[in-house]
C-alpha cells in the first residue's frame, strides 16, 4: 500500500525542483570562438611643396627721374621634406622678357631681387639678378622640413619670404607699360 | 509502521535517482543543445594596404584597395552572434621620422554579409586606436561553413606637419573575429 505523506511529497517536490535547476544553470555554456589575424597598414609620404605669389607686382619710380623702378611681393610656401638628402629650393626665373619692345631687357642684368624673412630655410643672400635663362635661389630649404604646429615643423603656417623686386631705370627705356613674366618653383627633395 | 517506511525510502531513492539522471542528461545533452559556434578558413587580403600621400592639402588619402575579412563558421546559430573587432598594436606609426598617431587612420566598414541565414551589418567609422573597436556584427548563420564576408576601406589624414618619409611608415593592425 502506498503511502503519501506531507513529507514525501514535499522532499520529492524540493528534489524535482533541484534537478530541475540544475538541468537549466547547469549546462555548461558554449563557450565563444576567439581567433585573431593582423594585417600591415603603411603610408609612404612623399616630399611636396607648394608655393604660391600675387597674381602681378607693379614696380613703381623710387624717386627722382631715372631712379629705379621697385616694389615688394611676399611669396607663400609649405613644404615637407625628406629627412635627408639634398636641400630643396624656391627659385625664379624670368619665363618672358618686358613686352613690348622698346622697354627694359632683363637679358642686360636690370632687373634684380633681394629676399628676406623667410619663415622656413635660408633666404637668399645679397642682389640676385633674376634671369630668363635658368632659375636662381629665393629661399634654400633644409632636409626634415615640415611646415606649421612648431618643432620639429616651423610655426609658421604657411611659411613665407619677402622679395624686393627692383628694375634700372635707363633713358634708353621708351616711355610706357611694360610686363614681364616671372616664375616661382619649389622644388623639395 | 515499517512498511510504511520502507515504502518512503523507496520512493525518495526514485526521486534522487530521477534528479540524478535529469542533472546527467542535462550535461550529456548539453553539447548537443548549445554547441560552440567554430571559426575556421579565415582570410584578411591583403597583406598590406598601402597610403600614398603625394599631397598633404588632401583631407584624406584612402588606401591603395580596400580590406577584406573573411571566414566561415560551423555550427552557429541564428541566436547567436558574431564580430569583428580591429585594434592597432601600437599608438604611432612606426618608421616614421615624424610622430603619426594611428588615430589619423579612419577605419569604416563597407559592407558586412553572411549566408545561411546569418546577418552582417557594419558599425559607423571610426578612428584606430589601440583598444579593440568594433567593424562589424551580426548573428549566425546555421550549417557547416556559413561564409561571411567584411569589406573595410582604410583612409589616411596626411599633414604638412609630417615629414616625407624615406621608407613606408608602418602599423600592425589585429583582427579578433568572435563567435558566441
Request: proline share 14%.
Given at each position: 500500500m502506498r503511502y503519501h505523506s506531507g513529507h514525501s511529497y514535499w522532499k520529492k517536490a524540493g528534489l524535482t525542483a533541484l534537478a530541475s535547476v540544475l538541468a537549466i544553470n547547469g549546462v555548461p555554456p558554449a563557450h565563444s570562438d576567439v581567433v585573431v589575424v593582423t594585417q600591415t597598414l603603411q603610408a609612404q609620404l612623399a616630399a611636396v611643396g607648394k608655393v604660391s605669389a600675387p597674381a602681378s607686382l607693379t614696380l613703381t619710380p623710387t624717386g627722382t627721374v631715372f631712379s629705379p623702378f621697385a616694389g615688394s611681393l611676399t611669396l607663400r610656401y609649405r613644404v615637407r621634406s625628406a629627412p635627408s638628402g639634398s636641400v630643396s629650393t624656391l627659385t625664379v626665373q624670368a619665363t618672358g622678357n618686358f613686352s613690348p619692345s622698346g622697354g627694359p631687357n632683363i637679358s642686360n642684368n636690370g632687373l634684380t631681387y633681394t629676399c628676406a624673412s623667410a619663415t622656413l630655410g635660408t633666404p637668399c643672400s645679397g642682389n640676385q639678378t633674376m634671369s630668363l635663362a635658368s632659375q636662381t635661389s629665393v629661399t634654400a630649404i633644409p632636409a626634415a622640413a615640415c611646415t606649421g604646429?612648431?618643432?620639429?615643423?616651423?610655426?609658421?603656417?604657411?611659411n613665407s619670404v619677402n622679395l624686393n623686386v627692383t628694375l634700372d631705370n635707363d633713358p634708353a627705356y621708351k616711355a610706357g607699360s611694360y610686363t614681364a613674366a616671372i616664375t616661382f618653383t619649389i622644388s623639395v627633395l | 509502521m515499517a512498511p510504511r517506511s520502507d515504502s518512503l525510502r523507496g520512493e525518495s531513492r526514485g526521486t534522487i535517482w530521477l534528479a540524478l539522471l535529469m542533472v546527467w542528461l542535462a550535461h550529456a545533452l548539453a553539447p548537443l543543445a548549445h554547441a560552440a559556434t567554430q571559426i575556421h578558413s579565415v582570410s584578411v587580403t591583403p597583406a598590406a594596404i598601402t597610403f600614398l600621400a603625394n599631397d598633404p592639402d588632401l583631407a584624406f588619402v584612402p588606401g591603395n584597395v580596400s580590406g577584406t575579412i573573411a571566414f566561415r563558421t560551423t555550427g552557429?546559430?541564428?541566436?547567436r552572434t558574431w564580430r569583428v573587432d580591429v585594434q592597432a598594436t601600437t599608438g604611432n606609426l612606426a618608421s616614421c621620422p615624424s610622430t603619426i598617431p594611428v588615430s589619423r587612420i579612419q577605419v569604416s566598414c563597407v559592407s558586412a554579409t553572411s549566408d545561411n541565414g546569418g546577418t552582417g551589418s557594419c558599425g559607423a567609422p571610426f578612428s584606430l586606436s589601440t583598444t579593440p573597436q568594433t567593424i562589424a556584427s551580426g548573428t549566425e548563420g546555421t550549417g557547416n561553413a556559413t561564409p561571411y564576408t567584411i569589406t573595410l576601406n582604410f583612409s589616411f589624414q596626411d599633414s604638412w606637419q609630417y615629414i616625407a618619409t624615406t621608407s613606408p611608415c608602418t602599423v600592425s593592425l589585429t583582427y579578433q573575429i568572435v563567435a558566441n
Open positions: 604646429g612648431g618643432a620639429p615643423c616651423s610655426t609658421a603656417d604657411p | 552557429g546559430a541564428t541566436t
